[in-house]
């Protein structure tokens, strides 16, 4: 079973920036995929990033395509997601994730475990 903690959310004003982060335990880090997502009320949960189990290979999502960077650690166990231009639509719960198959994902089924959210909120 793999365990993911996410941290480094908060409230931040419009063109600002957060850097959040995500801790896995549980299995070897570099055996897993990962990606973000992201839930704003109301909504459903939405693709955000993805990088490879290498960390050679990322993925984003067009409404942050420029203004994020997904990178990770693998040995610290640690991924990570740099936020900038923060814009109010980017207000939403970020979740981190990790697939044990092979490739990357990049809908919610292609992931087999979850944190429990953090929450990014941007204030226009």
């Known amino acids: 079973q793999v365990q993911l903690v996410e941290s480094g959310g908060g409230l931040v004003q419009a063109g600002g920036s957060l850097r959040l982060s995500c801790a896995a335990s549980?299995?070897?880090?570099?055996?897993?995929?990962m990606g973000w997502f992201r839930q704003a009320p109301g909504k459903e949960r939405e693709f955000v990033a993805t990088v490879s189990r290498s960390g050679g290979i990322t993925y984003y999502a067009d409404s942050v395509k420029g203004r994020f960077t997904i990178s990770r650690d693998n040995a610290k166990n640690t991924m990570y997601l740099q936020m900038n231009s923060l814009k109010h639509e980017d207000t939403a719960v970020y979740y981190c994730a990790a697939r044990g198959r092979v490739g990357v994902g990049y809908g919610e089924y292609d992931y087999d475990y979850w944190g429990q959210g953090t929450q990014v909120t941007v204030s226009s």
């Open positions: 549980g299995r070897t880090f570099s055996s897993l995929s």
